[in-house]
């Protein structure tokens, strides 16, 4: 266990993935703010989590070793997947108010969410194992594609 988890504060690690997160949700939220529409808020978070991690690649491969190896003192996984949660809450609360203005279609709202979040995920892995792949084509695609589906 680290000395920081033993005197109850964030390990190092954790420190870093707190920053990086809320770092993204910072360069994020105004866009989603800024967007009258569901369909607009859906593109504006796929366009802002991408362009986020696009201009600080060192941060993202940093969580992405953390988030993979960072163990808890029981020796579980210390963000398992379910970590997501909070991206996920977001993206749900958005196309349901989608669906409630009567902008959006007839769906549930969870598996979509969940789906958006890891296609971002994928793009970004994809992007790691690949520098050379055109962020900005794969962004607009996986916005194509979900706006079509809402």
């Not at 360069?27 to 369909?39: G, I, Q, S, Y």
């Not at 802002?48 to 190896?69: C, D, F, P, Q, T």
């Not at 970590?83 to 749900?92: D, F, G, I, Q």
């Not at 793009?123 to 790691?128: G, I, K, P, S």
Request: charged letters at 20%; one cysteine or more.
């Amino acid at each position: 266990m680290a000395l920081q988890e033993q005197r109850g504060g964030a390990s190092p690690d954790e420190q870093i993935v707190e920053k990086v997160y809320g770092d993204s949700w910072l360069a994020t939220k105004p866009r989603l703010d800024a967007e009258p529409t569901a369909a607009g808020k859906l593109r504006a978070f796929i366009e802002a989590e991408v362009a986020y991690y696009a201009a600080h690649r060192a941060r993202l491969l940093a969580i992405g070793s953390i988030v993979v190896n960072h163990r808890a003192a029981d020796g579980s996984l210390r963000y398992p997947p379910s970590a997501e949660a909070s991206v996920v809450r977001v993206l749900v609360d958005m196309l349901r108010a989608g669906q409630d203005s009567g902008e959006l279609g007839d769906f549930d709202p969870l598996p979509v969410a969940v789906t958006v979040s890891y296609a971002i995920t994928g793009a970004l892995e994809q992007w790691v194992l690949d520098p050379a792949i055109d962020l900005t084509a794969y962004c607009d695609q996986l916005i194509r594609m979900f706006q079509w589906a809402i």
